[in-house]
């Protein structure tokens, strides 16, 4: 448990940082969970009211107050349209780490986040054993998403699609790698990211052929651990703490230019959270953080912004494959990337970029929100999945393998013919074998 006096000076700086929300109501307009619920406990403005009184209520009811605000996506809609700037998300990790240094963790969260997530080696074992053993338990839900449903009634599962893990992972089929810098001169450092080594190995492979055919080299190590958002979120930073020295350790600064993923919600954990949390712990991580986090770019705003690629937009074919895209919400709200995979997308041909409505809605899958509220976290995913129903696309790409899982689940759920796929695996493959 943190200390009181740890407590007592985060409350102070959260309290320094709230009264900077006026309570012009404008997140409402953009909220996912209060378009489903139309509750103002669910807004931003009605979180931060709230914490106003964080201090006061802490004491008298932690329990309600970790509840309430744990029913929030983390989607940072109400930040990226706040007039006033309000810093919400960061006032939302910190006011969850506070909570849980007062009130602690679960034993099943500890269990998980401590125990399995920042112990790599073994959380690689975990789920190498679990990929093994799923078929058990699991059978074919959808043919063209390739996904599965839970065999028997299990609470684990509930009625959840879900997308297999992936028999050999990423890290046994390439455990590291490094190239020399070709013509473009630039190293990169890979960061893989949990879900696409376990789950979608190919938009790894895809990123590499990318950067191959590009003459980019590339910084691959071993052991690498999750970003550390799932503890963050938690509130858990014992753990979070462990997962970024830990990762720390395995891209020393100095071996490349750029750390790149593919995961947009890595790439916004490292470059937008690591430095919130670390910043005033006054320890002396943080300046090998902000030296990372500055360094830390998505794939395709790397290919486009630092590569400086040009791609030329090519004229769809009558044959031309219906692809629609959308938004991760921390690939464009959180860094601002939008257009980069669009260009990207654009100048592949066999395809044709169709836009739904509303491209940068969130998808609801919230990572660990979705777990503890899937009805909530189904009904935002569902209403995403009516705006790509309506592009008639037969492909939907994206650029978070996070989003892809919703993706899985509510297109499976409704019967969807449309594959999912990352928008770096189209590119990928648009630059022949
Ligand atoms: S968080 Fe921003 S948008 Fe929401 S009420 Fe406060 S000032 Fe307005
Ligand atoms: S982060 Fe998203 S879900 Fe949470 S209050 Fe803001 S807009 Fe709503």
Known sequence: MAGMKDLARLVRELEDQMVVCMRCGMCQAVCPLYAETGREADVARGKLALLEGLSKEMFRDPKGVSERL????????????????????????????????????????????????????FFDKVTEWAARFQDLFTEPANEVLGT????????????????????????????????PPGTSGI???FFVGCLIDKIFPSVARATLKVLRSHEVGVYLPDNQAC????????????????LVRHNLDRFPVDRFDVLVTSCATCTSTIRKVWPVLFSDDGSPMGERVRRLSEKTMDIHEFLIRRLGLHP??????????????????????????FEEPRRLLKSCSGIRLVEMAQSDWCCGLGGSFSLEHYDLSSRV?????????????????????????????RLSQAGDAVQVRHAIEIYAESLGP
């Open 70 to 121: 744990n029913r929030c996506l983390l989607c940072g809609s109400c930040a990226a349209n706040c007039p006033s700037g309000v810093k919400v998300l960061d006032i939302f990790l910190k006011a969850r780490a506070i909570l849980a240094g007062y009130m602690g963790l679960s034993p099943v969260k500890k269990l998980i986040l401590r125990g399995i997530l920042a112990n790599p080696a």
């Open 148 to 179: 599965s449903c839970a065999r028997f009634t299990t609470p684990l599962l509930g009625d959840r699609h879900i997308k297999p893990l992936a028999l050999k992972p990423f890290h046994a089929e390439l455990p590291a790698l490094e190239t």
């Open 187 to 189: 190293k990169v450092g």
């Open 227 to 242: 970003c550390g958002i799932p503890a963050a979120s938690s509130g858990d930073m014992t753990a979070f703490k462990k």
């Open 312 to 337: 030329v937009e090519a004229v769809p074919s009558s044959d031309a494959v219906a692809v629609t895209y959308h938004d991760p919400c921390h690939l464009k709200k959180s860094l601002g990337v």
């Open 381 to 409: 995913g569902r209403r995403k999945r009516d705006m790509v129903a309506a592009t008639g696309a037969h492909i939907l790409t994206t650029g978070c393998p996070a989003c892809m899982i919703q993706f899985h689940d």
